[in-house]
T-cell receptor, first 113, second 112 residues
Framework: DVKVTQSSRYLVKRTGEKVFLECVQDMDHENMFWYRQDPGLGLRLIYFSYDVKMKEKGDIPEGYSVSREKKERFSLILESASTNQTSMYLC????????????FGEGSRLTVL | RKEVEQDPGPFNVPEGATVAFNCTYSNSASQSFFWYRQDCRKEPKLLMSVYSSGNEDGRFTAQLNRASQYISLLIRDSKLSDSATYLCVVNYHSGSARQLTFGSGTQLTVLP
């Protein structure tokens, strides 16, 4: 079975703190993604990576960075957390190209105080 | 205007009812279409792809209308377990996940 694991289900951080969200997949997929999901706005793409050390900005990259040092691991970094980054963060990997099926992790709910 | 729009609901229907959701998309170059299901506090999961000729999977039927730029999902004989949020997803380049655009979802509650 496909497995995408996110390191933390729930986090509470203070404004200005650095936040790391980690995602590990066991499917040997090249493509990995970070989304955030907010009520009424749906899922919005923050960054994606199509290979080790490769990354591309999504629709809302401001305030975020990513790291992909190994194929199975994709990290999302908030250099200085702000209250408007309170959200659900979802990591996903891309399976077969023609099916459009994204495999998601369980999500990390981040609250920034 | 959002690229992919859905009626957020909520749709509250009794068990056994038939319910339909629509989703409109603005980019006429869209190539492939999907419905995902997301249970409360869970991650989204692919429910079914939507093909030009329409397709069915058990109680679920998906249809595509390219001329009017909308897709639909029909659920027959609703079950309590169908309660979830249904996300419409549009892909502008087949095979490129980079262009997957999600609607904000339609919430369904099936009542006993």
């Amino acid at each position: 079975d496909v497995k995408v694991t996110q390191s933390s289900r729930y986090l509470v951080k203070r404004t200005g703190e650095k936040v790391f969200l980690e995602c590990v997949q066991d499917m040997d997929h090249e493509n990995m993604f970070w989304y955030r999901q907010d009520p009424g706005l749906g899922l919005r793409l923050i960054y994606f990576s199509y290979d080790v050390k490769m990354k591309e900005k999504g629709d809302i990259p401001e305030g975020y960075s990513v790291s992909r040092e190994k194929k199975e691991r994709f990290s999302l970094i908030l250099e200085s957390a702000s209250t408007n980054q309170t959200s659900m963060y979802l990591c996903a990997t891309f399976g077969l190209a023609d099916t459009g099926e994204l495999f998601f992790g369980e999500g990390s709910r981040l609250t920034v105080l | 205007r959002k690229e992919v729009e859905q009626d957020p609901g909520p749709f509250n229907v009794p068990e056994g009812a038939t319910v339909a959701f629509n989703c409109t998309y603005s980019n006429s170059a869209s190539q492939s279409f999907f419905w995902y299901r997301q249970d409360c506090r869970k991650e989204p999961k692919l429910l079914m792809s939507v093909y030009s000729s329409g397709n069915e999977d058990g109680r679920f039927t998906a249809q595509l209308n390219r001329a009017s730029q909308y897709i639909s999902l029909l659920i027959r004989d609703s079950k309590l377990s169908d309660s979830a949020t249904y996300l419409c997803v549009v892909n502008y380049h087949s095979g490129s996940a980079r262009q997957l655009t999600f609607g904000s979802g339609t919430q369904l509650t099936v009542l006993p």
